[in-house]
């Protein structure tokens, strides 16, 4: 395994991380505990150190089962391991089907009971890396930064970063309090936040890319047959992968078709490469509950694409039809 160094406080971490979410939210039922546990420490093992979760993925019977397992199944490796999670959002109304909207709070009073339970739940007395999960209008991004200054002071923070800020949010809070990392939604079917790849070189912070995959489907292991759970799995909403997104998306599956087979690579190990190859401090976190992909996704960092295969592929997407993508799910404000 590959190791990366992000931000100015130089955070090292696997050059691919772990996703979590899916284990215990957003993509059908939760997966079992025990299996969880097992595929936690199988992850480690093979050399992941780098594992994401958020004080929001949930269940509807537990609104914080991911850090819970997480905090169980890292506890024996917890000095080997950084440990990445969120604050700042509520899933509105989770035992509701479909994709539920987000409810943004980051008064400091919310961010410090937040912090207090993600280290009980997780358990350890500190966060690797802390993200605003989204921004909140009504708190000013220097009082959000003057927290994870206190915070960071504390020990009970180590870095700290945002996810799906803007520009101007981000260039404010990171002159209150250095910013490690950003994380965004990155694919080859979202490629927007590459606008922002300038702001991070410039100013030294990594950019963590969440959906690498596009929710699996550059793996090329769906088709237009596969039916997803309307009750609990957001891919039965989401815009690839309704039936008629396969006849649009099918030069995409040509151009990973053809780079895999170029490459000895998978679809999936391609999709991360190409990110993995494009920046030094880029580290995708796809999600997984299985051990086989665990495995064949960590070979991406083994995959080397020059900078003229890079600029091939970005042509080729540029110029390409494809479906539209899931861009998240609706964010709102907290009520007064
Ligand atoms: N900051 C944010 O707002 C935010 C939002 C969304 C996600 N995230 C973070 O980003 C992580 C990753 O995003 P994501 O899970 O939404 O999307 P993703 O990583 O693009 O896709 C995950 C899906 O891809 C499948 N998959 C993974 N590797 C595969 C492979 N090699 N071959 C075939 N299928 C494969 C998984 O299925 P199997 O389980 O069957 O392998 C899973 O259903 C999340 O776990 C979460 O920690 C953050």
Known sequence: MDYRTLGQSGLRVSAIGLGCMGM?????????RRDMTELLADAVDMGYTFFDTAESYGTVDNPHDNEELLGEALKPFRDKIAIATKFGITFENLAAPGVHAVVTDSRPEVI??????????????????YYQHRTDPRVEPETVAS?????????????WG????????????????????VQNRYS??????????????????????????????LSRCYTATDH?????????????????????????????????????????????AWMLCKKPWIVPIPGTRKLCRLKENIGAADISLSAEEIKGIDEALDAM???????????????I
């Open 24 to 32: 215990s939210h957003a993509y059908g039922a939760p997966a079992d």
């Open 112 to 129: 410090r009971r937040s912090v207090e339970g993600s280290l009980r739940r997780l358990q350890t007395d500190h966060i690797d890396l």
């Open 147 to 159: 927290v994870m200054a206190e915070l960071i002071k504390e020990g009970k923070v180590l870095h």
């Open 162 to 181: 945002l996810s799906e800020a803007s520009v101007e949010y981000l260039r404010r809070a990171h002159s209150v309090c250095p910013v490690t990392a």
């Open 188 to 217: 080859m079917m979202a490629r927007w936040n590459e606008a922002l790849f300038p702001v991070l070189q410039e100013l030294g912070i990594g950019f963590i890319a969440f959906s690498p995959l596009a929710n699996g489907l």
């Open 228 to 272: 997803f759970d309307v009750a609990n799995d957001y891919r039965a909403y989401m815009p690839q992968f309704q039936e008629d997104s396969f006849g649009k998306n099918k030069a995409l599956f040509s151009l990973l078709d053809e780079l895999a087979e170029r490459k000895h690579a998978t679809p999936a190990q391609i999709s991360l």
């Open 321 to 335: 039809h494809m479906s539209d993508v899931f861009s998240g799910s609706l964010v709102k404000s907290r009520a």
